[in-house]
């Protein structure tokens, strides 16, 4: 069975440490896997070499789906079939694993066409858009990460070609922390009596960090120098520059630091009291269970798949989304009371190690590929 991980390369986000997690334990127990690059020079490109993963650099002017026009969408199809057909049979291809929207809409045509199987694996909530009702011709395979993503399929979908699956973590990982502050302390620069909260992950609208940064200025009104956040990513390049903006605006240049790119944020992860996932329309919300994994207190908004993560009171704290003083309440509760971030962090460590372990990930999308070949 040979396996095709199409990439588009522009950005990195929680799909593709998923990605890379599956790719390994495939090589490990002994699957053909090959990945491609849209962009060979981008942030993925990078991190790929970091993991001494090999790749295909496929050249495209432009992928269906990086514009929202319909017309444009479809020109991005067709033309791409014949090169893209060309590739798959060319390494002999039986799946083409798509994680990225435009991969997907891309490569489902092309691996038809070519006889392959194609697996949409969906790790955000689909719209209520009629246009979704296709995808069930599109792939032979459906996988959504959480249940809220579940959720959202076409009724029009055959349930005996959809799987939830959850995403696969490194539960074995784990940090010292007091060594993980050092380097937070040396790094960027913070006092070492901070209380240090953190958000990793794309900077983009939708994940709400300018809420996140306006309720940070009542936070450190109150507890002045006390507190320190870190926005660790990268993302939309005018929301990245609003924020900057933002935090420049309120003085608050001595509290919050961005962190741009880090390829591997669990270090850093790990030497934080807090991290925060703000968002009101994520999936799942990969960077909690990873914070969980290293012992780290999380709080998230009561929204989407934080409800399937974080047992608020239990194994994190979820506020009110888009409530300021919701969020500024449970955050001081954090601060304030370092016996509840223990035993927060304590019962997240215990209850994730087992939910969200590697092998039981492969062996969940190992059944899908067993049954689309066998079929």
């Known amino acids: 069975m040979k396996i095709l991980f199409p990439f588009v390369g522009d950005s990195?986000?929680?799909?593709?440490?998923?990605?890379?997690?599956?790719?390994?334990?495939?090589?490990?127990?002994?699957?053909?896997?090959?990945?491609?690059?849209?962009?060979?020079?981008?942030?993925?490109?990078?991190?790929?070499k970091e993991y001494g993963i090999d790749y295909y650099e496929i050249d495209t002017s432009f992928l269906a789906g990086d514009s929202p026009n319909k017309v444009l969408i479809i020109l991005g199809v067709l033309k791409n079939i014949l090169p893209l057909v060309r590739f798959i049979k060319k390494h002999k291809i039986d799946i083409v694993h798509g994680n990225d929207l435009r991969i997907k809409l891309t490569w489902s045509i092309p691996a038809k066409l070519s006889g392959a199987q194609l697996v949409w694996h969906q790790r955000t909530i689909l719209s209520r858009s009629s246009v979704w009702k296709i995808i069930p011709f599109l792939c032979n395979h459906f996988i959504a990460t959480s249940e809220s993503v579940l959720k959202s399929t076409p009724k029009t979908f055959d349930k005996r070609k959809i799987s939830l699956i959850y995403n696969p973590f490194e539960t074995d990982k784990n940090y010292d922390?007091?060594?993980?502050?050092?380097?937070?302390?040396?790094?960027?620069?913070?006092?070492?009596?901070?209380?240090?909260?953190?958000?990793?992950?794309?900077?983009?609208?939708?994940?709400?960090?300018?809420?996140?940064?306006?309720?940070?200025?009542?936070?450190?009104?109150?507890h002045k120098k006390r507190v320190h956040l870190l926005v660790i990513g990268t993302g939309d390049r005018d929301y990245s520059e609003a924020l900057v903006n933002m935090v420049d605006s309120a003085g608050l240049d001595e509290s919050i630091t961005f962190?741009?790119?880090?390829?591997?944020?669990?270090?850093?992860?790990?030497?934080?009291?807090?991290?925060?996932?703000?968002?009101?329309?994520?999936?799942?919300?990969?960077?909690l269970v990873e914070a969980m994994l290293q012992s780290t207190t999380v709080i998230a908004s009561d929204k989407g798949g934080h409800l399937e993560i974080v047992e608020d009171g239990s194994t994190g704290l979820l506020y009110k989304a888009n409530d300021k003083e919701s969020f500024v309440q449970n955050a001081l509760m954090l601060i304030e009371e370092e016996s509840l971030r223990e035993r927060l962090s304590e019962e997240g460590l215990k209850r994730n190690i087992e939910r969200f372990s590697k092998e039981k990930h492969y062996l969940a999308v190992e059944k899908v590929y067993k049954t689309l070949t066998e079929s």
Do not use: W
């Open 12 to 48: 990195v986000g929680g799909s593709h440490l998923s990605s890379i997690e599956l790719y390994k334990i495939l090589i490990e127990k002994g699957y053909d896997v090959i990945v491609t690059l849209h962009n060979g020079k981008g942030p993925l490109s990078k991190l790929l």
């Open 177 to 222: 922390f007091q060594e993980s502050r050092r380097e937070i302390i040396d790094r960027f620069n913070i006092r070492s009596d901070a209380i240090v909260f953190g958000y990793v992950g794309r900077l983009v609208g939708y994940k709400n960090i300018d809420f996140l940064i306006r309720c940070f200025e009542e936070l450190v009104f109150i």
């Open 259 to 287: 962190c741009g790119f880090i390829s591997r944020p669990l270090k850093l992860i790990c030497g934080m009291d807090v991290v925060v996932a703000s968002s009101t329309i994520d999936a799942f919300g990969r960077t």
